[in-house]
């Protein structure tokens, strides 16, 4: 409904996944010296983080997302994070990619329901693009992009009113409706529960610019108080201590959008999709999906804006997996419900030929080229590193 | 002790979306039974009491992009019932029980997406042959309705407000001597009052402070408000006078409802509560009261519809986001 919730949605959808595969390149990068030829490193490590990011944040890109419009369907979005994913020498597969989004969305779906106010989705935003320029601190180049991106935040949003957040925030919610799927990490934190829903506290301090509950203040004619009351609930609410920056730089104070994941951590998901999900996303997939003409419209104008590295000559591409073993990423492949499946996007099935011909030609700009033949993968030894630990 | 306690759950085909005002309900004599609606994203789940659930969806998007729903509401005339639907590309009417399109109202929808959203929202019937609907732009549709047939005529257009209007709601008691019959509200918390008739008179403009007034009551001269920072306000229509402030919620208001027999005020907001609250007016110094009565914590879920079922406020019911049920509560 609003047309001002894209960038929002991307930057911090976008922030999610950054804090995932950092975590999850952590958790598989060998110390330098030790490495082979085929493990993971630290400057493995920074190089995807600096690539992705930098493509993240291309001008072209954002003054493509920055355009007003309508937000388009969960499926033509994650073909942008898929191209984002793939924009270094990392590689992901299906199984891991699903699950790598579907982390990203819960965690933001998490915290847009959370914020105390609709305004907080930007200090959220700006949380997660505080840990961005931490990630790529060491490259000018980039840090100065996406400072750029942080300058037109706050141009286009730190004016808005209340009701126009608002309005941003349920256009989020109607995004994220009826998304249950179990995080485990927010199960052992208990900010989920079994069922996949989130646990809302009833206590805490209340949002800026909002009173503690109670109070009941009668006026006469005259405008005068005349009379006072109290009334009390199982709420159990403090004042707030202050409100958090706005500005490039500053204490956000709010904890929302700052990075839940760490080494020892672990991130799981269940994606067994309750009998109720299952109706109503039965419904949705039935139901031949040839692109909508704006969503091609949108992914050629996005995606045309992604200017992607391609790896060097000899250089071959890495495999990440999000899942602890290459079996376990195989199982979830295999077991993924159909109606939780993110299915991509089927090129082919569009009506428009000029429309289709332009945009194979820029997702087959975008391929990068096969690992060569005989190298061999550095997931393909994750197992055995597991065996020893 | 509790005066309510939860009775039943319905069943929705579909969850209830965060919007403001996300339920409506037709009561007898109007219906024989109890009727619900709640909107989801694209379409409007009607719970009634014969037949299975129906689902109304949107009009006017193209083949492969349905409109969003931004409200919907059963307006009761003297001699009609219409269920109105409010989207993102006009106003849709339907008799009562949903089976028949009685009449279709689109907005002007620029080319391409602008800044500012378009949409319509904001229903109530009014001055017994009236519907007004609210606009982002802040304009009030005035619909003429006939007494049967679906030659709905736009009888005029309200230009007081420059905010998207959020509720609207019409005098449910007696309005005293100059007070107005209609409320209108918007996101910058400014409230309108009118007079209605061939032609609506604007009597008064509380001004907003800049906090969304999300949802509206009428009742007695008297204006309760529900704002975005908890608060619930009593205004008097008549004067524009700040009767009483209530800290009601710990978050945003996104439901209110009024019991016309009693004068009980229903609230609920994304803090997980619904609380019930009475107004009344003191007859010697004709000053405005209201006390709590009850509070209802809907576990894990944040309100965005509440409506009592009966004119007396002996039960309601309440919607929540992500929500596939509407649960309802009656005497303890």
């Known amino acids: 409904m609003s047309a001002r919730t894209l960038p929002l949605l991307f930057l911090n959808l976008g922030g999610e996944m950054l804090y995932i595969l950092d975590q999850r390149l952590r958790a598989q990068s060998i110390p330098g010296e030790k ?44 073909t942008v994070y898929d191209r984002l994913a793939h924009a270094s020498i990392m590689r992901l597969n299906q199984a891991s990619m699903d699950k790598l989004y579907d982390l990203m969305t819960m965690a933001f779906k998490y915290q847009v329901l959370l914020c105390p106010r609709p305004r907080d989705i930007l200090l959220v935003t700006f949380n997660h693009l505080d840990a961005i320029k931490d990630f790529i601190y060491e490259s000018p180049g980039i840090l100065n992009q996406v400072d750029e991106t942080f300058r037109q935040l706050i141009e286009t949003y730190n004016c808005l009113s209340d009701g126009e957040f608002q309005l941003i925030r349920q256009t989020l919610l109607i995004f994220f409706q009826d998304m249950h799927i179990r995080v485990s990490i927010f199960l052992k934190d208990k900010v989920q529960n079994s069922n996949g829903r989130f646990a809302l506290p009833i206590s805490g301090p209340v949002p800026w610019g909002t009173e503690v509950p109670g109070l009941i203040r009668i006026f006469n004619h005259k405008g005068v108080e005349v009379k006072r009351t109290e009334f009390t609930t199982a709420g159990n609410y403090v004042a707030p201590q ?5 500005e490039l730089y500053g204490d956000r104070v709010l904890k929302l959008g700052t990075n839940m994941y760490s080494v020892s951590r672990p991130v799981e998901t269940h994606v067994a999709g309750s009998a109720k999900n299952l109706a109503s996303r039965a419904k949705e997939n039935t139901v031949p999906n040839p692109l909508a003409k704006e969503e091609l419209n949108f992914l050629a104008r996005l995606l045309g804006g992604l200017d992607i590295q391609k790896p060097a000559a000899g250089e071959t591409g890495f495999r990440l997996n999000l899942f602890t073993t290459d079996e376990e990423e195989e199982h979830a492949a295999q077991t993924r419900p159909e109606d939780l499946s993110y299915k991509v996007i089927n090129i082919e099935a569009t009506q428009e030929p000029g429309q289709r011909a332009e945009l194979s030609r820029i997702l087959g ?7 060569r033949p005989g190298s061999v993968e550095k997931g393909e030894d994750l197992l055995a590193l597991m065996d020893g630990l | 002790p509790p005066r309510y306690r939860r009775e039943r759950a319905l069943a929705l085909r579909s969850s209830s979306s965060a919007l403001y005002n996300n339920l409506t309900v037709l009561c007898p004599p109007a219906r024989p039974a109890r009727a619900f609606g709640a909107v989801h994203g694209t379409t409007l789940s009607l719970l009634g009491p014969e037949g299975p659930p129906r689902q109304l969806p949107a009009r006017g ?15 009761e005339l003297p001699a009609r019932v219409l269920l109105v639907l409010t989207s993102q590309r006009g106003v849709q009417m339907y008799e009562a029980d949903g089976s028949t399109l009685v009449f279709w109202h689109a907005l002007d929808v620029p080319e391409h997406p602008a800044a500012h959203s378009v949409f319509a929202r904001g229903i109530s019937a009014a001055g017994e042959r009236f519907i007004c609907v609210g606009t982002s732009s802040g304009a009030v549709l005035v619909f003429d309705i006939p007494p049967k047939g679906t030659n709905v005529t736009l009888s005029e257009v309200l230009e007081q407000h420059r905010d998207p209007i959020t509720d609207i709601a019409a005098e449910q008691g007696q309005a005293p001597e100059g007070a107005g019959d209609l409320v209108t509200a918007d996101d910058s918390g400014t409230l309108c009052l009118w007079s209605t008739g061939e032609e609506f008179t604007l009597l008064g403009k509380i001004p907003g402070s800049g906090c969304t007034c999300s949802s509206v009551t009428l009742w007695n001269g008297i204006v309760a408000a529900g704002y975005g920072n908890g608060q ?21 208001i996104y439901a209110l409802d009024l019991a016309p027999l009693t004068g009980k005020l229903l609230s609920g907001a994304e803090d997980s509560f619904v609380h019930v609250w009475r107004l009344s007016r003191d007859p010697d110094t004709d000053d405005v009261e209201i006390q709590h009565c009850h509070a209802e914590c809907v576990t894990d879920t944040q309100v965005c519809g509440a409506r009592f079922c009966d004119p007396s406020g002996d039960t309601f019911a309440v919607t929540g986001y992500d929500l596939s049920e509407i649960l309802c509560y009656g005497p303890a």
Request: net charge positive.
């Open chain 1, 35 to 78: 490495a082979r030829k085929d493990e993971w490193t630290d400057v493995d490590r920074k190089r995807v983080m600096n690539d992705i990011i930098s493509t993240m944040f291309n001008r072209k890109f954002m003054e493509e997302l920055f355009k007003p419009q309508e937000l388009y369907s969960k499926k033509a979005l994650r």
């Open chain 1, 242 to 246: 202050r409100e958090g920056s706005f």
């Open chain 1, 365 to 371: 700009e975008l391929e990068v080229a096969e690992p």
């Open chain 2, 61 to 75: 998007g193209s083949a492969l992009s349905t409109p969003l729903l931004t409200q919907a509401a059963w307006c």
């Open chain 2, 232 to 252: 619930i306000r009593l205004w008097e229509a008549g004067t524009g006078q700040l009767r009483a402030q209530v800290s009601a919620h710990a978050r945003w």
